[in-house]
């Protein structure tokens, strides 16, 4: 199922992009995408609260590592995101950086998304930037 067209203006995302490719270290932005779910044996209030788009637990699904210049708008991850997996609710985003003029080597840059997906799912999300699937930038913490 497509995601809706993006009804914001996605400036929070130009700005990640912007503020990463701006860093005297190479970058490597992560993802993780994740949907909300109504966790086992909710109480009432839990139900009502996931109902109105407010509750629920969060399940990631799949994550990615992305250097800037290779994602030119939100909607060019929402159309890849589309091509690889589920739909989703969130998508979580990070920043790695480099060292030395080198962008993170793949091991740094697996233990950061396995880390972030622990943490997504764990619930622990204050530290990181959250996107509808429609660009809109939410408030976590």
């Not at 044996?41 to 996931?50: G, L, N, S, V, W």
């Not at 530290?127 to 660009?135: D, K, L, S, V």
């Amino acid at each position: 199922m497509p995601y809706p067209p993006p009804m914001t203006d996605n400036s929070h995302f130009r700005q990640l992009l912007a503020a990463a490719a701006a860093q005297p270290e190479p970058q490597r932005l992560l993802f993780v995408f994740a949907f909300a779910e109504l966790p086992d044996r909710a109480t009432p209030e839990q139900q009502e609260r996931f109902r109105s788009g407010r509750g629920g637990a969060l399940a990631p699904l799949m994550c990615v590592d992305k250097a800037p210049r290779d994602i030119p708008d939100f909607q060019a991850l929402v159309s890849e995101s589309e091509r690889a997996g589920p739909p989703w609710s969130v998508v979580f985003a990070a920043s790695l950086s480099g060292q030395a003029g080198r962008p993170p080597d793949k091991a740094r840059i697996d233990l950061a998304l396995e880390t972030m997906v622990e943490a997504v799912r764990d619930g622990r999300i204050a530290g990181f930037a959250a996107y509808g699937p429609r660009g809109e930038f939410l408030e976590v913490g």
